[in-house]
């Protein structure tokens, strides 16, 4: 079991900027990435990243706006948010997994969630 806590979230204006950030409790991760639920909507994939090679996956949607990064040493992952629009806004959720980034359900472990609110 991999524990996974976030931090960062918070309420910011269109265009504004926050950085999210996953401490987990161990090492072996193959992936770890971010996930979000928009109030009334599916989860989906935000961006990911390897452990080891430090290949990034992002959803189209953030793609130019979003940068995840990792720190191996503090078994912590970043999530760097540009640009924010309010279609942005919803839970935000740190992941952990051993598969592949790019394979559909790569997560195993999950964090509890941090709210992200972008107002117009």
């Known amino acids: 079991q991999v524990l996974l806590v976030e931090s960062g979230g918070g309420s910011v204006q269109a265009g504004g900027s926050l950085r999210l950030s996953c401490a987990a409790s161990?090492?072996?991760?193959?992936?770890m990435g971010w996930f979000r639920q928009p109030p009334g909507k599916e989860r989906e994939g935000v961006a990911s990243?390897?452990?080891?090679?430090?290949?990034?996956y992002y959803a189209d949607s953030v793609k130019g706006r979003f940068t995840i990064s990792k720190d191996n040493a503090k078994n912590t992952v970043y999530l760097q948010m540009n640009s924010l629009k309010p279609e942005d806004t919803a839970m935000y959720y740190c992941?952990?997994?051993?598969?592949?980034?790019?394979?559909?359900?790569?997560?195993?472990?999950w964090g509890q969630g941090t709210q992200v609110t972008v107002s117009s």
């Open positions: 992941a952990a997994g051993h598969k592949y980034c790019d394979s559909d359900n790569w997560a195993s472990y």
């Open positions: 161990n090492d072996g991760s193959y992936c």
């Open positions: 990243i390897y452990t080891s090679s430090s290949s990034t």
